[in-house]
Every structure is written in structure tokens, then in C-alpha cells.
């Protein structure tokens, strides 16, 4: 396998109660919990970071998988919604990918979505390991 980067960042503090910094300076984050879980939903958290990660790479290998097949793509987003869930003792995660396509016929749009969906690095890293549910929407 060859690496084409690698990102670093470093939490100090108490996790959700923190800070997440990257050494370049370019991410530098308080994290709190959200209100939800008891925090004061001041700053951010993971889950929000890790719905914006994923997001952003999803989109970045529809538009990938789009430029490969000739196909014009325009105006297209992609919501990332992370949940936090508690399963025994422990907690897990799951996702929804909410992608829009303007102008593109859904049966289309969802079968790029899919295929993207089968390249993205965040779908690879976390299929059979989490819930994850890639839908097109209209809106």
C-alpha cells in the first residue's frame, strides 16, 4: 500500500472537553460536549468533525467518480449526519450521507452515490464496522 499523506492532530485535555490541534496551526478546536450529552455545546465535537471529514471526502470521490465517467457534474452536496448511539456498555456510531445532485435523474445520481459509495476512503474504513446509509435527495 502505498501512503499519499498522512494527517496528524493532537487532543490534550479531556476529549470532549479539550482541544484538538493539528502542528501546522491550520485546525486548532475546543471540543465540549453537546448539550445533549451534558456539555455546554460551546465548541465542537467528534462526531461533528468526523460528519464533516466524511462529508467532504464522500464528495470529493462522487465528483472523482463523475469526472471518470464523462459525466458533468454541477452544484452537487453532500449532508453528513453522525450518531451517536450507546450499545451495552459502550457506544457506537452510525451515518447518513445525504447527497444532491441538481438536475440529474435520482435512479442516476443514486447509482453514482453508490459508486461513489465503493471508492471513498471513509466508506472503506468504516464498511461492516458501522451503519451507513447513502441516500439522493431532490433537496
Excluded: W
Excluded at 46 to 55: I, K, M, N, V, W
Excluded at 69 to 95: A, M, P, T
Excluded at 114 to 135: E, L, W
Amino acid at each position: 500500500m502505498e501512503t499519499l499523506y498522512t494527517a496528524e492532530a493532537l487532543s490534550t485535555g479531556q476529549g470532549r472537553e479539550g482541544r484538538a490541534q493539528t502542528p501546522d496551526g491550520r485546525l486548532d478546536l475546543v471540543l465540549t460536549a453537546p448539550k445533549e450529552l451534558g456539555g455546554s455545546g460551546i465548541g465542537t465535537n467528534p462526531e461533528q468533525l468526523f460528519a464533516a471529514g466524511y462529508s467532504a471526502c464522500f464528495h470529493s470521490a462522487l465528483n472523482t467518480v463523475a469526472r471518470a465517467r464523462k459525466i458533468k457534474v454541477e452544484d452537487s452536496s453532500v449532508g453528513g449526519r453522525v450518531s451517536l448511539h450507546r450499545e451495552g456498555e459502550g457506544y457506537k456510531l452510525s451515518v447518513e450521507l445525504e447527497v444532491v445532485i441538481p438536475g440529474m435523474d435520482h435512479d442516476a445520481a443514486q447509482e453514482l452515490a453508490d459508486a461513489a459509495h465503493a471508492v471513498c476512503p471513509y466508506s472503506n474504513a468504516t464498511r461492516g464496522n458501522i451503519d451507513v446509509t447513502v441516500t439522493v435527495s431532490d433537496d
